[in-house]
Each structure stands twice: as C-alpha cells, then as structure tokens.
T-cell receptor, first 115, second 112 residues
Framework: DADVTQTPRNRITKTGKRIMLECSQT?????MYWYRQDPGLGLRLIYY???????NKGEISDGYSVSRQAQAKFSLSLESAIPNQTALYFCATSDLTSESYNEQFFGPGTRLTVL | KQEVTQIPAALSVPEGENLVLNCSFT??????LQWFRQDPGKGLTSLLLIQSSQREQTSGRLNASLDKSSGRSTLYIAASQPGDSATYLC???????????FGTGTRLKVLA
C-alpha cells in the first residue's frame, strides 16, 4: 500500500462549489503539506502543518482552507471553487529527525478541474 | 526570499550519454536540498537528499552534488536510458523555516 494517499484522484466540479481533497499517510510523519502544480510555475505551497495543533499558510493560501484531523490526515478545502484553481494538487509529508532530515514524500496527486 | 532556478527547462539526449542537470538557489542558508523525479501526470519520487553539511550523495547511476557557497547543485545521470525520461525537480529547505521551495524542473527526454 502507498504511504501517502490522496482522494479523489480526479475531480471535475463547477464554479462556486465547495470541494474537499483528502490526504492520509501511514509514514508516521508529523509534518504535512499541500501544494498545487501549474504548468510553468512549478509547485507552490498552499498550507502546511508541523503537528496536529499547528496550521500555517503557504505562499498561495487565498481561497483555500485546511483541517488537520489527526497526525495521519490533512484535508484541503476550496470553499467556493473558481476556474483558476484548476491544477494538480499534491499532499506531502516529512519528519524533522536526525535520520530523515525533513525528506519529503509525495502522494500521487489529485487532478482538479473547475468549470 | 529564496528562489530556485533550473536550467535548462528541457533537454534531449541520445541513449547512453552522461548528463548533468543544474539547480541554483539564491539563499545559501539551506537545511537540505532534495532532487525528485516526476513522470507525466504523476506524483514526485524522491531521488536524493543532500544535507547542508554534505557535498554529494549517490544512488546507483545518480550523483548529486551541493556547493552552498555558490548556491548550486547538480544531478549527474550516468549512461542515460529511455526510462530516465521524466521531469527532474530540485527543492531546497531554508534553515529556520523548513519549508521547501521548488524549481520549475528540467524535462528530460532520452532518445533510444
């Protein structure tokens, strides 16, 4: 089984709809991240969480919110989807230890299309 | 503000060639640097992680080097194969923030 899973893998929705993307991990990592990837722009950080009680905005958090339900679960919500949120969304995890040095591991991605 | 640049954006080489991918960053106060591989429409696979105190890391045909003072890292791929065709991304974590900043990647095509 994959260590970092994302659901759904693909989603098509309409402008104005609320949508939630979910991420689960079995790596036991404290740190979790949400990124979006757009052609030519690389990966940009939306939100990140260093433990269950810690939530931080990334560089492009407007229009998004997150929830860290447990160490293993981190959800991203689009309260009112708009077409320019069409992108590939990735969840990632890491752990800051003397063994792992914050190495990041990624989920398979969710392709979101907003019509 | 940390910025990460990867040049070239795309590269085509014949099978068997040794090649070098480049990654530059503007703030030398990094905690680590990680190289990833991404196949089209897929997630990122971690290839190598170099800690700030290290100069290089090796895994199979891959060798990554780090020169913090010049703000540069290179990923060397020996004896390239068509299966190496993918986009290669580098990302750095800046000391203190521990957030990753990504380059936009180099799209590699190895021709059979």
């Amino acid at each position: 089984d994959a260590d970092v899973t994302q659901t759904p893998r693909n989603r098509i929705t309409k402008t104005g709809k609320r949508i939630m993307l979910e991420c689960s991990q079995t790596k036991g990592h404290d740190r979790m991240y949400w990124y979006r990837q757009d052609p030519g722009l690389g990966l940009r950080l939306i939100y990140y969480s260093f433990d269950v009680k810690d939530i931080n905005k990334g560089e492009i958090s407007d229009g998004y919110s997150v929830s860290r339900q447990a160490q293993a679960k981190f959800s991203l919500s689009l309260e009112s989807a708009i077409p320019n949120q069409t992108a590939l969304y990735f969840c990632a995890t890491s752990d800051l230890t003397s063994e792992s040095y914050n190495e990041q591991f990624f989920g398979p991605g969710t392709r979101l299309t907003v019509l | 503000k940390q910025e990460v640049t990867q040049i070239p954006a795309a590269l085509s080489v014949p099978e068997g060639e040794n090649l070098v991918l480049n990654c530059s960053f503007t703030d030398s106060a990094i905690y680590n640097l990680q190289w990833f591989r991404q196949d089209p429409g897929k997630g990122l696979t971690s290839l190598l992680l170099i800690q700030s105190s290290q100069r290089e890391q090796t895994s199979g045909r891959l060798n990554a080097s780090l020169d913090k003072s010049s703000g540069r890292s290179t990923l060397y791929i020996a004896a390239s194969q068509p299966g190496d065709s993918a986009t290669y991304l580098c990302a750095v974590t800046t000391s203190g923030t521990y957030k990753y900043i990504f380059g936009t990647g180099t799209r590699l095509k190895v021709l059979a």
